[in-house]
Protein backbone atom coordinates (compact mmCIF):
# COMPACT_ATOMS: atom_id res chain seq x y z
CA UNK A 1 0.00 0.00 0.00
CA UNK A 2 0.81 3.76 -0.78
CA UNK A 3 2.11 5.55 2.68
CA UNK A 4 1.51 9.48 2.81
CA UNK A 5 3.49 10.91 5.85
CA UNK A 6 3.68 14.08 7.90
CA UNK A 7 6.01 14.58 10.31
CA UNK A 8 5.11 18.05 11.77
CA UNK A 9 2.18 17.03 13.94
CA UNK A 10 1.90 21.07 14.43
CA UNK A 11 3.82 24.42 12.86
CA UNK A 12 3.32 28.08 14.22
CA UNK A 13 4.40 31.01 12.09
CA UNK A 14 4.26 34.77 12.50
CA UNK A 15 1.71 36.53 10.41
CA UNK A 16 4.09 37.75 7.54
CA UNK A 17 6.10 35.15 7.35
CA UNK A 18 6.86 31.98 5.37
CA UNK A 19 6.38 28.39 6.49
CA UNK A 20 7.03 25.29 5.05
CA UNK A 21 5.15 21.67 5.79
CA UNK A 22 6.56 18.63 5.07
CA UNK A 23 5.19 15.58 3.37
CA UNK A 24 7.16 12.31 2.31
CA UNK A 25 5.16 9.84 0.06
CA UNK A 26 5.54 6.12 -0.62
CA UNK A 27 4.65 4.94 -4.34
CA UNK A 28 5.87 2.17 -7.18
CA UNK A 29 4.33 4.46 -10.09
CA UNK A 30 6.13 6.18 -11.94
CA UNK A 31 3.43 9.06 -12.72
CA UNK A 32 0.32 10.10 -10.24
CA UNK A 33 -0.74 13.32 -8.75
CA UNK A 34 -0.05 15.06 -5.43
CA UNK A 35 -2.40 17.80 -3.07
CA UNK A 36 -2.63 19.41 -0.64
CA UNK A 37 -5.65 20.36 1.33
CA UNK A 38 -6.23 22.65 4.06
CA UNK A 39 -8.89 22.09 7.04
CA UNK A 40 -10.02 25.54 8.46
CA UNK A 41 -12.13 24.69 11.85
CA UNK A 42 -15.12 24.83 10.50
CA UNK A 43 -13.45 21.18 8.89
CA UNK A 44 -14.48 21.83 5.28
CA UNK A 45 -12.06 20.58 2.99
CA UNK A 46 -10.28 22.85 0.54
CA UNK A 47 -7.96 21.81 -1.98
CA UNK A 48 -5.26 24.19 -1.94
CA UNK A 49 -2.72 23.11 -4.83
CA UNK A 50 -1.75 19.81 -6.99
CA UNK A 51 1.45 18.86 -8.58
CA UNK A 52 1.95 15.99 -11.49
CA UNK A 53 4.80 13.61 -10.48
CA UNK A 54 6.25 14.23 -14.45
CA UNK A 55 5.68 17.72 -14.67
CA UNK A 56 9.66 19.42 -13.60
CA UNK A 57 7.88 22.87 -12.45
CA UNK A 58 7.22 23.05 -8.74
CA UNK A 59 3.33 24.38 -9.05
CA UNK A 60 1.79 27.48 -7.47
CA UNK A 61 -1.04 29.14 -6.32
CA UNK A 62 -0.58 32.92 -5.12
CA UNK A 63 1.10 32.86 -2.02
CA UNK A 64 1.36 28.70 -1.71
CA UNK A 65 3.75 26.67 -3.48
CA UNK A 66 5.17 23.36 -3.70
CA UNK A 67 9.00 22.25 -3.65
CA UNK A 68 8.56 18.58 -5.26
CA UNK A 69 11.53 16.20 -5.25
CA UNK A 70 10.55 13.39 -7.04
CA UNK A 71 13.73 11.17 -6.43
CA UNK A 72 13.42 11.89 -2.86
CA UNK A 73 9.57 11.47 -2.76
CA UNK A 74 8.94 14.19 -1.06
CA UNK A 75 6.57 17.07 -1.53
CA UNK A 76 6.80 20.03 1.19
CA UNK A 77 4.30 23.36 0.76
CA UNK A 78 5.31 26.58 1.11
CA UNK A 79 3.09 29.72 2.52
CA UNK A 80 4.32 33.02 2.22
CA UNK A 81 2.98 36.15 3.17
CA UNK A 82 0.99 33.90 6.09
CA UNK A 83 -2.55 35.28 7.06
CA UNK A 84 -4.30 34.52 9.99
CA UNK A 85 -6.90 33.10 8.04
CA UNK A 86 -4.25 30.26 7.15
CA UNK A 87 -4.29 29.09 10.41
CA UNK A 88 -6.21 25.18 9.76
CA UNK A 89 -5.06 21.75 9.54
CA UNK A 90 -3.18 20.52 6.26
CA UNK A 91 -3.47 17.64 4.65
CA UNK A 92 -0.90 15.91 1.94
CA UNK A 93 -2.92 13.26 -0.18
CA UNK A 94 -2.19 10.93 -2.78
CA UNK A 95 -5.00 10.38 -5.14
CA UNK A 96 -4.57 7.68 -6.76
CA UNK A 97 -5.71 5.35 -3.27
CA UNK A 98 -7.34 8.89 -1.77
CA UNK A 99 -4.70 8.47 0.78
CA UNK A 100 -3.93 11.55 3.53
CA UNK A 101 -0.92 11.88 5.78
CA UNK A 102 -1.95 12.48 9.33
CA UNK A 103 -1.77 15.99 9.06
CA UNK A 104 0.17 19.22 10.10
CA UNK A 105 -1.62 21.92 12.33
CA UNK A 106 -0.67 25.25 11.36
CA UNK A 107 -0.89 28.28 13.97
CA UNK A 108 -0.46 31.52 12.93
CA UNK A 109 0.70 34.26 15.60
CA UNK A 110 -0.52 37.96 15.41
CA UNK B 1 -25.23 24.55 -7.07
CA UNK B 2 -23.72 21.11 -6.43
CA UNK B 3 -23.14 19.74 -2.73
CA UNK B 4 -22.48 17.00 -0.97
CA UNK B 5 -24.07 16.74 2.77
CA UNK B 6 -23.94 14.45 5.40
CA UNK B 7 -26.70 13.86 7.90
CA UNK B 8 -27.11 14.04 10.94
CA UNK B 9 -23.82 16.40 12.15
CA UNK B 10 -24.09 14.81 15.62
CA UNK B 11 -24.77 11.85 16.97
CA UNK B 12 -24.29 9.98 20.63
CA UNK B 13 -25.32 6.18 20.08
CA UNK B 14 -24.68 3.29 22.75
CA UNK B 15 -22.33 0.49 22.72
CA UNK B 16 -24.00 -2.44 20.83
CA UNK B 17 -26.60 -0.63 18.75
CA UNK B 18 -26.33 -0.23 14.82
CA UNK B 19 -26.02 3.22 13.07
CA UNK B 20 -26.20 4.60 9.76
CA UNK B 21 -24.83 7.87 8.84
CA UNK B 22 -26.21 9.85 5.57
CA UNK B 23 -24.17 11.02 2.66
CA UNK B 24 -25.83 12.94 -0.41
CA UNK B 25 -23.93 14.39 -3.22
CA UNK B 26 -25.59 15.90 -6.36
CA UNK B 27 -22.40 16.23 -7.83
CA UNK B 28 -23.74 13.07 -10.01
CA UNK B 29 -19.83 12.08 -9.33
CA UNK B 30 -19.12 8.00 -9.67
CA UNK B 31 -17.05 7.93 -6.90
CA UNK B 32 -17.98 8.25 -3.38
CA UNK B 33 -15.51 7.43 0.17
CA UNK B 34 -15.99 7.33 3.70
CA UNK B 35 -12.99 8.59 5.89
CA UNK B 36 -12.75 8.29 9.55
CA UNK B 37 -10.30 11.57 11.23
CA UNK B 38 -9.01 10.72 14.42
CA UNK B 39 -6.18 12.99 16.11
CA UNK B 40 -2.79 11.81 15.10
CA UNK B 41 -3.70 9.34 12.35
CA UNK B 42 -5.23 12.43 10.07
CA UNK B 43 -7.98 11.00 7.37
CA UNK B 44 -8.53 7.35 7.16
CA UNK B 45 -10.37 6.01 4.94
CA UNK B 46 -12.90 3.27 5.77
CA UNK B 47 -15.14 2.16 1.97
CA UNK B 48 -14.93 3.63 -1.45
CA UNK B 49 -17.57 2.91 -4.29
CA UNK B 50 -16.61 3.86 -7.76
CA UNK B 51 -20.74 3.58 -9.36
CA UNK B 52 -23.62 1.78 -8.04
CA UNK B 53 -23.57 -1.27 -6.62
CA UNK B 54 -19.61 -1.26 -6.69
CA UNK B 55 -18.27 -1.19 -3.11
CA UNK B 56 -14.59 -1.74 -2.00
CA UNK B 57 -13.09 -1.78 1.78
CA UNK B 58 -10.57 0.94 2.48
CA UNK B 59 -7.71 0.23 5.37
CA UNK B 60 -10.23 0.44 8.16
CA UNK B 61 -13.45 -1.05 7.49
CA UNK B 62 -13.63 -3.76 10.20
CA UNK B 63 -17.13 -3.01 11.56
CA UNK B 64 -18.28 -1.00 8.99
CA UNK B 65 -20.50 -1.88 5.80
CA UNK B 66 -21.65 0.89 3.08
CA UNK B 67 -24.29 -0.16 -0.44
CA UNK B 68 -24.15 1.63 -3.41
CA UNK B 69 -27.94 1.69 -4.69
CA UNK B 70 -27.81 4.89 -6.74
CA UNK B 71 -24.90 7.86 -7.78
CA UNK B 72 -26.06 10.15 -5.46
CA UNK B 73 -25.79 7.63 -1.78
CA UNK B 74 -23.44 6.21 -0.18
CA UNK B 75 -24.77 5.43 3.41
CA UNK B 76 -22.26 3.94 6.24
CA UNK B 77 -23.61 1.54 8.42
CA UNK B 78 -21.81 0.95 11.90
CA UNK B 79 -22.96 -2.95 12.43
CA UNK B 80 -22.70 -2.67 16.35
CA UNK B 81 -21.07 0.57 17.58
CA UNK B 82 -18.17 0.20 19.41
CA UNK B 83 -16.39 3.24 21.95
CA UNK B 84 -13.31 2.83 19.48
CA UNK B 85 -15.63 4.11 16.58
CA UNK B 86 -15.97 7.14 18.38
CA UNK B 87 -14.65 9.35 15.58
CA UNK B 88 -15.70 12.85 13.23
CA UNK B 89 -16.78 10.88 9.70
CA UNK B 90 -16.32 12.29 6.47
CA UNK B 91 -17.97 11.50 3.04
CA UNK B 92 -16.47 12.66 -0.10
CA UNK B 93 -17.16 12.49 -3.75
CA UNK B 94 -14.86 12.82 -7.18
CA UNK B 95 -15.41 12.63 -10.42
CA UNK B 96 -13.54 9.54 -12.53
CA UNK B 97 -10.16 10.88 -12.75
CA UNK B 98 -7.75 10.12 -15.47
CA UNK B 99 -4.45 7.89 -15.54
CA UNK B 100 -2.82 8.97 -12.82
CA UNK B 101 -6.01 9.68 -11.03
CA UNK B 102 -6.14 13.97 -11.28
CA UNK B 103 -9.78 14.70 -9.37
CA UNK B 104 -10.21 16.75 -6.65
CA UNK B 105 -12.75 15.18 -3.88
CA UNK B 106 -15.16 16.97 -2.60
CA UNK B 107 -16.35 16.95 1.44
CA UNK B 108 -18.91 16.72 3.90
CA UNK B 109 -18.92 18.53 6.81
CA UNK B 110 -18.70 15.76 8.74
CA UNK B 111 -20.47 13.64 11.60
CA UNK B 112 -19.38 13.90 15.09
CA UNK B 113 -20.29 10.45 16.35
CA UNK B 114 -20.05 9.48 19.86
CA UNK B 115 -20.52 6.25 21.30
CA UNK B 116 -20.63 5.78 24.83
Known amino acids: AQTVTQSQPEMSVQEAETVTLSCTYD???????LFWYKQPPSRQMILVIR??????QNATENRFSVNFQKAAKSFSLKISDSQLGDAAMYFCAYPNDMRFGAGTRLTVKP | DAEITQSPRHKITETGRQVTLACHQTWNHNNMFWYRQDLGHGLRLIHY???????NKGEVSDGYSVSRSNTEDLPLTLESAASSQTSVYFC???????????????FGQGTRLTVV
Open chain 1, 27 to 33: TSESDYY
Open chain 1, 51 to 56: QEAYKQ
Open chain 2, 92 to 106: ASSEVGGNPVDTEAF
Open chain 2, 49 to 55: SYGVHDT
